[in-house]
């Protein structure tokens, strides 16, 4: 989804920009474009396509030290050089950029072209800057809150004003907006990443607040005047994060970093004493915790399926039964909010629109609503107000990986709390514990052994179609592993609870559609292996991902990763996988870490 920066300061502003730009390119995008404050006008510089060809046009040095920059997903025009953003007024003073959508654009532009304003752009957002040219006697951040009054629809924007340089003015309804604070300079940032090694700490704005962004500081107010005080978050995290070294693609460094990702995820969370896990962020007494008649949770894609695997482990492991339901469905069914049942929402970016306003259904109709979140102080954490962080650090490739990966490990931590208040043994909570303990040196494992996957990635890549067949908390990981399929390399990928194949899908079984197995060795392994022999009957090649010793007779290709507990064993089957997808798309030559007609954060409906 399209990134905003900004900078106020007294350092030349061109290269924060761009630099800026540079970290928001894993949103996705299809063009990018900056305005400076130059001597009362705005130098201004936009590009269809990526960073790279906006910085083929920008010159060496700027004088100006007051900038915005952005990054366009296409919604209200095509990609090109001139929908690009920023977008100014009619006198070249006024410059904006814009995420969201304006739903009453078309009707406003009709009254400004009545009044003689001619449009250059076929943007939403273009409407934006006239409306606040057309109120130069008062304040920017006046005209802004004037402008804004009349706007209906979505947005997160900055704006500045080439003859009023001394300030930025940043809105935000619906898509995320952060102010940072750093020594005599401030920034405005659709993402806290953008920021990192620049600014100290952030403010995050809300909905329907005016923020009047200075050097030396800024004020918030809403949109009908009144002034609201914010507090500041540091801003952690490392920029390194957001440099691939040595990887050809974040996506593949980012599996690497799982280790290091589930190390964090358990950090101060195991509790050996007691034999459980002790995550505080949930803010949940024992006695509330037993309380609980039925778990729901909430997530798009990615997250929907950790959750599903986190329903599993639920279910397992506190034997409360537990159910994970995609996030952008769940407000169009009415659903029923239960007074007993605890609502999860899991989220990488915390900034997924669908997966908030499922969140905003369930507390309108008075649920509780825990987040299972990534990236700190965003708009969902904010708005769940507990949970838990997964602290797996900065996911820049657009597909979810270590998060997926920390995800299920912040599930099995929540579900050993919660069995541990019910019926689990202290015996059964130490055998959890220990295998939590071992997961990120058997995830360094497998990664190592990524050339064994070429088979089965090979395999794949010569197919059309794939079915991805699992049962129980294998299905959740053969829908994960389509999906990634799906994303990176464009190829059709179909994941089915195995039992269902027999329901309809072995009809499409033939010697082109490759089968890949989740096949762990646990007590279904006699009814997949069954499975096995359907699809082989039929003429379908079979892939596995397995344990060692599980005998695969007739399989083409498997890998066998190494045991933990049962319940935990998705948690590793899952890992090769994602290497495979990744080799899948790498030897197609896809963009991995920006596939086509993705974004890393969907942040509209
Ligand atoms: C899959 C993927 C998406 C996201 C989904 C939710 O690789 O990246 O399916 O998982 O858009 O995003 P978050 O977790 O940020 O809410």
């Known amino acids: 989804m399209c990134g905003i920066v900004g900078y106020i300061g007294t350092r030349p502003v061109l290269p924060l920009l761009v630099e800026g ?70 006198t070249g003073r006024i410059g904006v950029v814009h995420n969201g959508i304006i739903e009453n654009a078309a009707e406003l532009k009709r009254k400004l072209q009545a009044d003689g304003v001619v449009f250059v752009s076929e943007t939403d957002t273009e409407v934006l800057a006239h409306l606040i040219a057309g109120r130069p006697e008062t304040s920017l951040v006046e005209a802004v809150r004037a402008a804004l009054r009349l706007v209906k629809g979505a947005y997160g924007l900055a704006v500045i004003d080439a003859a009023r340089p ?48 200075r050097a030396d500081g800024f004020t918030v107010l809403t949109l009908e005047g009144a002034e609201t005080t914010k507090t500041t978050l540091e801003l952690s995290g490392d920029a390194a ?61 990615s997250a929907y399926y950790a959750g599903t695997l986190g329903a599993h482990l639920i279910e397992q492991l506190a034997r409360i039964p537990a159910h994970a339901e995609p996030a952008s469905e769940f407000r169009y069914r009415n659903p029923v909010i239960e ?39 965003s708009t969902i ?3 769940c107000g507990r949970g838990v962080y997964l602290h797996a650090g900065p996911e820049v490739a657009v597909v979810s990986t270590k998060t997926w990966t920390s995800t299920a490990v912040a599930f099995a931590l929540l579900a050993l709390q919660l069995g541990r208040v019910r019926d689990m043994s202290a015996g059964q909570g130490a055998r959890l514990l220990s295998a939590l303990s071992a997961l990120p040196d058997q995830i360094a494992g497998i990664v190592a052994r990524e050339a064994e996957l070429a088979p089965i990635a090979a395999r794949l890549a010569k197919a059309e179609h794939a079915y991805f067949l699992g ?23 179909e994941a089915y609870p195995a039992s269902e194949l027999k329901h309809g899908p072995l009809a499409l079984i033939s010697a082109e559609t490759p ?14 292996l069954s499975t096995i022999a359907e699809v082989r009957t039929r003429g379908g090649p079979v892939l596995a991902i397995t344990h060692p010793g599980v005998v695969t007779e007739g399989v083409e290709a498997s890998f066998a990763v190494p045991r933990s507990e049962p319940e935990l064993d998705a948690i590793l089957l899952n890992v090769p996988l994602q290497l495979v997808a990744y080799q899948v798309a790498q030897g197609l030559g896809r963009d991995i870490d920006q596939p086509r007609n993705l974004a890393k954060s969907v942040t509209v409906e």
């Open 21 to 90: 730009l540079r970290r928001l390119e894993y949103r996705g995008y299809d063009s990018a474009g900056v305005a400076i404050a130059i001597d009362g006008v705005l130098a201004v510089y936009k590009r269809k396509g990526k960073v790279r060809e906006l910085e083929s046009v920008l010159p060496v040095e700027v004088p100006g030290t007051v900038g915005i920059a952005h990054t366009r997903w296409a919604t209200h025009g095509a990609p090109s050089d001139l929908n690009a953003h920023p977008h100014l007024d009619a």
């Open 166 to 213: 001394e300030a930025i003015v940043a809105a935000r309804k619906g898509g995320p907006v952060v102010i940072g604070v750093g020594d005599g300079e401030m920034f405005v940032a659709s993402d806290a990443s953008a920021l990192m090694g620049h600014a100290r700490s952030v403010a995050h704005l809300d909905d329907g607040e005016v923020a009047e962004v």
């Open 241 to 301: 994060g957001f440099d691939k070294g040595d990887y050809a693609h974040f996506m593949r460094k980012e599996i690497g970093e799982q280790p290091e990702a589930v190390r964090r995820t358990l950090l101060g969370r195991l509790d050996h004493r007691f034999s459980t896990a002790h995550l505080g962020g949930i803010e949940l007494a024992a006695r509330e915790m037993l309380d609980i008649r039925r778990v729901k949770i909430l997530g798009c894609g």
């Open 339 to 377: 007074q007993d049942t605890l609502y999860i929402a899991v989220s990488q970016s915390g900034e997924t629109f669908d997966t908030l306003a499922a969140i905003q259904e369930v507390k309108r109709k008075g649920g509780r609503v825990l987040g299972v979140v990534n990236s700190v102080g």
């Open 381 to 383: 954490a904010r708005e």
């Open 471 to 493: 049962r129980a908390a294998g299905y959740a990981v053969a829908m994960e592993g389509a999906l990634k399929l799906k994303e990176i390399s464009y190829m059709h990928a």
């Open 515 to 528: 089968t890949l197995m989740v096949l762990p060795d646990d007590d279904l392994l006699a009814k997949n």
